[in-house]
């Protein structure tokens, strides 16, 4: 019999990633099911159009999670802090996954999270900025920080540690903008660090990865990227893609927090830890653990073959 994929976030990247991946692999034993506020919603209803069922649940409504989950074997669960900017929803919305997960008898759960960044720098160091709510980063340490209510809940778990999306360049307003002199610029605080970067559907594809091999990932973390590129790397990239030349401007975190654009100051923060901690936060996103996990994983370059004709030019 089947296995059932309860996927949250099903109509947004991740979540998709993830529906894509079963549909493409038909005959692997697993069938998904998606997870949405509004079936009716055009995202909702082309994965129906595929076949997929689409369920009704509310990640603020535990009760609605559990009946969602109720029959499947396992939940990719993942939140969206970007939505409403607040961590402590999000560690409630986690903690409603978790006891759903448990109450629906989950046997596996992936819940995409990430560092809590105070594990590295106390709220007391002030070499990273505390933010209102005592967080430094908050949609990491909240992601982090939930890691325990899995854990508390008894849910057998894999906590899947994500990158940074080269689709931000698309939808999240990370694009190249002209500088001053006309120079396409891409404006990071990144010093001269690799970051862990990755096509958001690969997230899924690779937690796809993780439910086939299931028992061997129950109770671990696995980090997962298609790259570590540094910013400039990042830049000659989009060049390449774009037939123009594009500068990599590297500011500071407290220039960028400047900015003042909704969440400027905690992906300045973001970034100073990508930056600093750099060695650690690429060792935990390994390419070749990514790859087996996911052997069509995307390079940077065909990423930007497929989608650079998408890139809104600031
Ligand atoms: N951008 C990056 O580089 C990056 C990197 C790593 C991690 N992340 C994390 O990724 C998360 C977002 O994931 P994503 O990019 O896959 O999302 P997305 O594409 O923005 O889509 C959001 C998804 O969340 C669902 N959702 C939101 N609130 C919900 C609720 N209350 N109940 C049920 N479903 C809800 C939406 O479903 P419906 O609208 O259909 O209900 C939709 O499927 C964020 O928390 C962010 O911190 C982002």
Known sequence: MSKIIAVTGATGAQGGGLVRAILDD???????????????????????????????????????LARAFAGAQGAFCVTNFWEHFSPEREKAQAGNLARAARSAGISHAIWSTLE????????????????????????????????????EAGVPTTYLYTSFYWDNMI???????????????????????????????????????????GERWVGRSVGVAGAHLTGAELASGLAGALGEAVRYSDVTPAAYSAFGFPGADELANMFQFNAEFAAEYCAARDLATSRELNPGLTSYGSWLDQHADRIPIG
Do not use: W
Request: glycine share 10%; charged share 25%; proline share 7%.
């Open 26 to 64: 038909p005959d692997a034993g697993f069938t998904a099911r998606a997870i949405t506020r509004n079936p009716e919603s055009d995202a909702a209803q082309k994965l129906a159009a595929r076949g997929v069922e689409v369920v009704r649940a509310n990640l603020d409504d535990e009760e609605s």
């Open 171 to 213: 939808s999240f307003g990370m694009g190249p903008a002209r500088d001053e002199n006309g120079t396409l610029t891409i404006t990071l605080p990144l010093a001269d660090a690799k970051l862990p970067s990755i096509a958001a559907a690969d997230i899924g594809a690779c937690a796809y990865g993780i439910f086939r091999e």
């Open 116 to 151: 809590d960044v105070r594990s590295y720098v106390p709220v007391g160091d002030n070499r990273i900025p505390t933010l209102t709510g005592g967080y430094k980063v908050p949609h990491m340490d909240a992601k982090g920080e939930a890691n325990a209510l899995f854990r």
